[in-house]
Every structure is written in structure tokens, then in C-alpha cells.
């Protein structure tokens, strides 16, 4: 698995989730798996027991760059999911970079996660393909019990929280209180990072204050491709 995290994730030696590790996790109830091309290795999904004996943090879920976009991740997924609810678990919950728009359409409108707590600077500093930004993160909850997710339609009536020029985020606006209302990400934030971190920076900057207004008193329920990339939130 050590090698696995290099090619998906560029990890450094001292960033891997080590195999003794993994071990003692998996033996205190850990959930481990990987995904397979015969006898090859492609993907992986590694979640560990919370405070909570219904919820797993899922830490690692990822799969080789030449095997995305096939139904891997998702395979993973719902294998993690199967392998939960056999031992009463009902809830996964985990982490991601809130603007890559590739992996927020995955958990929310593919397995139907929602977020409402937004993390800065998680992580600390990172490297490999997150190297250059901010490590803020968005916690994602995935109720086993509910039913998966879908892509939502661009509704015109719904305001947008913030505004875009170029394809770069330039204000947010802080007084919306409708009952939904849409949160623009960038159309791919893993190529501004590699190509333009500069740019990549003042979005995570620009959208940070934005997302810790609205998160405090929404919940990411949607998201949408129709238009652009955007999330739909709900007040609760």
C-alpha cells in the first residue's frame, strides 16, 4: 500500500501510512482493502474507529491515475460501506480539499455525503500533488442509511454566494440568507495548482471567509455541473 500512496498522491517516505501501521489498525478495527487488475494493486480504501462505535473516519480512498475515472473509487467505496454496516456501522466521514470539483461531484451527488464543517489548514503543510496551497478541508458524512446521491440542475432562481471572472473567484457576497443557495468552485483546481499556483492560492484565500460564514448555519446537500461547478447548499 506504501507504493500505492506514492503514485496517487506523491507522498514523500514520511507521509505514508506504513504497513505496521496499517496493521495495528486494521487489528483495532480498522477497515482496509484494496482494488485489484489481476495481480496488480490499483486503488485502495482505509478507514479507522472513531470516539463514536457507529462511525469510521475514512483516511485513505484513492486509485491510480490510469485506472480513474472507471468505477474503481466507487467499487472501493461501496465495498467500504458493505464491509460497515455488516459490523453496525452507519456513518464514514473524512476529509477532502473542498475546490476539487472531480472529488466534491464524487461525494456528494455519486455517494451522497453531505459537509457542513469546513477545516483550515488541516493538514498543515503537504506535498505531492496538494504542495503549493493552503491544506483546508471540508468534513464530508456519509449516512450509510440514505440513499445515494445525484447531480442537482441549475436552478436560476438561486443566488450564487460568490463571483467569478475568468474563471477566478473575486468577492462573496455575506448577507444571503435564502433557503439554498449555490457555492461556485472552480472548473479544475488540480490543474490551477500544478499550472498556476498563484491563482490556486487566491481561491483557497478569497473562498475560505465564505465557506466558514455560510457552513456555520448550511449544509452542502447537492452539486452541480449544469453551469459550472457548484455546490448547492441548504440552510438548516
Not at 56 to 63: L, N, T, W
Not at 91 to 109: E, G, H, K, M, S
Amino acid at each position: 500500500m506504501e507504493s500505492l500512496e506514492r503514485q496517487i498522491w506523491g507522498y514523500s517516505d514520511d507521509a505514508v501510512v506504513g504497513k505496521e501501521m496499517l496493521i495495528a489498525l486494521r487489528f483495532e478495527g480498522a477497515c482496509v482493502a484494496l482494488a485489484w487488475d489481476d495481480d496488480t494493486p490499483i486503488g485502495l480504501v482505509m478507514s479507522f474507529p472513531t470516539r463514536d462505535a457507529h462511525t469510521q473516519h475514512s483516511h485513505m480512498a484513492g486509485v491510480l491515475p490510469a485506472y480513474q475515472g472507471k468505477g474503481v473509487a466507487y467499487q472501493l467505496k461501496q465495498f467500504q460501506k458493505a464491509w460497515s454496516l455488516e459490523r453496525g456501522i452507519t456513518r464514514i466521514v473524512w476529509t477532502y480539499d473542498p475546490l476539487r470539483a472531480v472529488n466534491a461531484y464524487f461525494n456528494i451527488a455519486k455517494l451522497g455525503a453531505t459537509c457542513c464543517r469546513y477545516l483550515p489548514h488541516f493538514y498543515g503543510e503537504m506535498g505531492g500533488i496538494n504542495a503549493g496551497a493552503a491544506s483546508d478541508r471540508i468534513l464530508a458524512e456519509w449516512d450509510l442509511l440514505e440513499p445515494e446521491g445525484k447531480a442537482v440542475q441549475l436552478e436560476p432562481h438561486i443566488p450564487s454566494v460568490n463571483t467569478l471572472e475568468d474563471g477566478l473567484m473575486v468577492n462573496a457576497n455575506f448577507t444571503l440568507e435564502q433557503p439554498q443557495l449555490y457555492f461556485e468552485l472552480p472548473q479544475n483546481y488540480s490543474t490551477l495548482l500544478e499550472q498556476d499556483p498563484a491563482k490556486a492560492i487566491v481561491w483557497r484565500e478569497r473562498s475560505r471567509p465564505a465557506f466558514l460564514h455560510y457552513l456555520e448555519q448550511y449544509r452542502i446537500v447537492g452539486f452541480r455541473r449544469e453551469g459550472g461547478n457548484a455546490y448547492l447548499l441548504e440552510r438548516e
